[in-house]
């Protein structure tokens, strides 16, 4: 073991990109915490069950059985190479050479199945890229997937390649440099040793690039997630542990009407203390619904930053599919670009500015208090094309839950507004006046009854 000028350069390279990712994901902590408060504690044993299923297993993904074997190989090959990534940061830092060499026969089943899954991510990506650019896929388009989305998938599956690049140039030069004495198994870079220099000096040059473009690569990477829709694949462990565990049918009541009906129907029903203010009297109202991010709950928002943007919710929603408005996936995008715009923008690349007119900076702080979610993003006839299917939450394969962002802002529409469509105001009044959704008289509700005694009887007598 020694330490050189490398050493000291790669720790200060490494504390830095990982100093700035932590960096970055503060921020947007911060961001999702400004929701509204809601306890998700307890079943803790069926939650760390459904994080294995659905965010571990892929449980979801499989409905659709092509892109989740291909996602499986990146998924698997991101997972195993990333061993790899720890023995270049031990190499890194102590100035060791093959850090994990001393595990001998694994070591060797170690780097063949590195070297294995990196050529099947290759072939991976160049499959994702084949649907996403050449062969079309629906679900990939609409009007949320134009500008920075569309690049930002396209710059993910580049960074793939130039990742696995970078692995191989590594192995092979490492291999036709020391040969046999070299630890481990190379099935891949056996054969591409052929394509380099017989110059010693030159093929320690070409590990050493192959060997910093990888680790630098990656903190690169890491980096770049906060600014793109990868950065799922650390949100959705959190998103799938948080996630609903009531029917997906069921509705949320609103906490201070359900303390008033109560009231009313029983003079003596006390408000628990926990809807109380500290000293006792009526808690300060609290807006009904969500106009802004910060009147949904922080869950919507972790939803929002776990979003992968594949758009398995958009393709399935009956109402988009009819060439209504509605997107699913447009308002959790929606969602996570008004909350960067309002509160805190950690991401390097500011992407939810791409594609975007400058603005004079006064301009952009009244957008920031005036620009709100519903209206400033998200249109009201985007939220009554709604049906309230669940159709878009069984589909997300990390458990997002689009429908209640759009529950809550149609409860803002109705509640705070009175701004719900016509048809609906008729069955409102028709509920408050009839007890029903109809035009009918609580006394005539049973007529139908009546008239089918009648017609029975007569054709009973004229039989």
Not at 127 to 139: D, E, L, P, S
Not at 203 to 214: K, N, P, S, T
Not at 317 to 326: I, R, S, V
Not at 436 to 446: H, K, L, T, Y
Request: negative net charge.
């Amino acid at each position: 073991m020694h330490f050189s000028f490398q050493n000291i350069l790669f720790l200060l390279v490494a504390v830095a990109g990982f100093g700035l990712f932590f960096w970055q994901a503060r921020k947007i902590r911060a961001n999702i915490l400004v929701g509204r408060d809601r306890d998700m504690s307890g079943n803790v044993n069926e939650r760390l069950w459904k994080t294995l299923l659905v965010a571990f297993g892929q449980q979801k993904m499989f409905k659709r059985l092509t892109p989740a074997l291909l996602h499986l190989v990146v998924y698997i090959g991101f997972i195993v190479i990333n061993i790899e990534v720890i023995e270049i940061l031990a190499d890194g830092i102590f100035g060791t050479h093959r850090f994990l060499q001393f595990l001998g026969p694994l070591y060797s089943a170690l780097t063949a199945t590195n070297e294995v899954l990196g050529a099947l991510v290759i072939l991976a990506v160049a499959a994702f890229w084949w649907r996403r650019n050449v062969q079309g896929v629906r679900r990939f388009t609409g009007p949320e997937m134009r500008a920075w989305p569309r690049l930002d998938a396209n710059v993910i599956l580049y960074i793939e390649v130039i990742l696995m690049a970078a692995l191989f140039t590594m192995n092979a030069a490492d291999l036709k440099l020391h040969g046999a004495d070299l630890p481990g198994a190379f099935p891949i870079s056996q054969f591409l040793t052929g394509l380099l220099p017989d110059s010693p000096a030159a093929l320690h040059v070409l590990e050493r690039i192959g060997w910093w473009a990888h680790i630098v690569g990656i903190l690169l990477f890491l980096n770049y997630l906060p600014s793109s829709k990868h950065f799922h694949i650390i949100m959705a462990f959190p998103n799938v542990y948080f996630s609903r565990l009531v029917p997906q049918g069921q509705f949320s009541n609103v906490e201070s009407i359900t303390h008033e009906v109560k009231a009313m129907m029983d003079p003596s029903y006390e408000v628990p203390a926990s809807a109380l203010a500290p000293d006792g009297s009526a808690a300060a109202p609290t807006p009904f619904g969500a106009k802004d991010v910060d009147d949904l709950a922080w869950t919507n928002l972790l939803n929002a930053y776990s979003c992968t943007e594949c758009g398995r919710c958009t393709s399935v929603c009956p109402a988009n599919l009819t060439g209504k408005l509605l997107s699913p996936r447009k308002i959790i995008m929606d969602t996570r670009d008004r909350v960067e715009e309002k509160y805190n923008s950690p991401l390097v690349f500011s992407p939810n500015l791409y594609g975007k007119e400058a603005k004079h900076p006064e301009q952009e702080q009244l957008d920031k208090e005036n620009h709100t979610l519903l209206r400033g993003y998200v249109t009201p006839e985007e939220l009554w094309a709604c049906t309230t299917c669940n159709a878009c939450v069984e589909a997300c394969p990390v458990n997002i839950n689009p429908l209640e962002s759009i529950v809550e802002m149609r409860r803002f529409l109705v509640l705070e507004e009175s701004a719900a469509p016509n048809s609906l105001n008729v069955m409102f009044s028709n509920i408050e006046n009839n007890g029903a959704p109809w035009a009918f008289s609580p006394s005539d509700r049973f007529n139908w009854a009546d008239d089918l005694f009648v017609t029975e009887k007569t054709t009973v007598a004229q039989a």
